[in-house]
Structure formats: C-alpha cells, structure tokens
C-alpha cells in the first residue's frame, strides 16, 4: 500500500458524503444506479491524498481500486522492456478504474500523482459486498461500462483516417 494519506474523517462526514454521492452521481460506471444504491456506495468510498510522485498505483498491481480524480493530476506510465514512457495526463473530474471492481485485473499502467492529488477510492471487497445485498444493479452497471467503451472508440476512430494500418488491426475492444 502507498504512504498515501486518508482525509480527517471528522472534517465535515455529511458534507463529504454528499459530495461523494455528487460526484458518484456524475460519474458514468454509477450514474444509472438508485439513489439508495448510490448512498451506500458514497458512504465506502474514502478519499486518499498523494504526494507529487506518488505511485497512486503500479503497474502489475491487483489493488481492487477503483478511483476518481478530485483534485490534481496524474500520469498514465507504462514500462515495456524496462522503458517507461507517459501514455498521458490525467486530471481532476476522470473515473479510472472500475473494470477492477468487478474482478481481478493486473494493473496495465501505472498511475502517478504529478502533483498534489486527492481521490475518492472504491474497494473491490467494499463493491462486492454491496452487489450481495443489490445484485440488481449488476446489469445497469455493464450497460454503462459497455456504453462507455463504445463511446470510447468511436471518439479514438473518429477524424483518424491517417492511423496506421498496424494500429487499425489492433483496434475494435468495443467487439468484446
């Protein structure tokens, strides 16, 4: 686990957990779930701080993690062969994820705080015990990942004629 550091749970834990549930609320993995649902759901989520170069995680990891980004940046890295390179930059307002709170996923990236960053954090064992209870929301949830990765590649296809032939092969994750 990283050094990261957990807010003051006696700050304003009404305040907090209204902004966890605003935030859960615009955020597309919960926003067509019941309200009752998103309540519990807002009220396991903690906030974590991480320090500028702070792993917020690592790849190979199976943290069970799922976060949303309240304040700060952060860098997508992947290392290859020893050789790490920036995938891009990730800023306050961006979910990033939440396949992992639907089972074991080893880490593709890693994910590192390039400034002060606070984030709302969702466990996997938190997740899972609530879908016990909710089994329900199961397929909103899939609907609203599957929307989402469609979306997805649509915005990366769209306006990229000029992708290479290589690259257009390895495309089509929406196919899955």
């Given at each position: 686990m990283s050094s990261s550091e957990r807010n003051d749970a006696n700050a304003n834990p009404s305040s907090e957990l209204e902004e966890n549930?605003?935030?859960l609320r615009q955020t597309y993995f919960f926003s067509g779930l019941p309200l009752e649902t998103l309540k519990i759901f807002a009220y396991l989520c903690t906030r974590e701080k991480f320090k500028k170069n702070e792993y917020i995680f690592k790849q190979h990891e199976d943290d069970g993690r799922a976060?949303?980004?309240?304040?700060?940046?952060?860098?997508?890295?992947?290392k290859?062969?020893?050789?790490?390179?920036e995938i891009r930059d990730c800023k306050s307002g961006?979910?990033?994820g939440g396949l992992t709170l639907m089972g074991e996923i080893r880490r593709l990236f890693s994910l590192k705080a390039t400034e002060d960053t606070?984030?709302?954090v969702l466990e996997r064992e938190k997740f899972s015990k609530t879908l016990q209870?909710?089994?329900?929301?199961m397929p909103r949830i899939f609907k609203a990942v599957a929307k989402h990765i469609d979306s997805w590649e649509e915005r990366f296809l769209a306006g990229r004629g000029d992708?290479?032939?290589e690259?257009?092969?390895?495309?089509?994750?929406?196919?899955?």
């Open positions: 549930l605003e935030i976060f949303y980004l309240i304040s700060g940046k952060a860098s997508l890295e992947r290859d062969n020893g050789n790490a390179r961006e979910f990033i606070i984030c709302l209870q909710f089994p329900d929301i992708m290479c032939g690259c257009m092969v390895n495309l089509g994750v929406s196919l899955i």
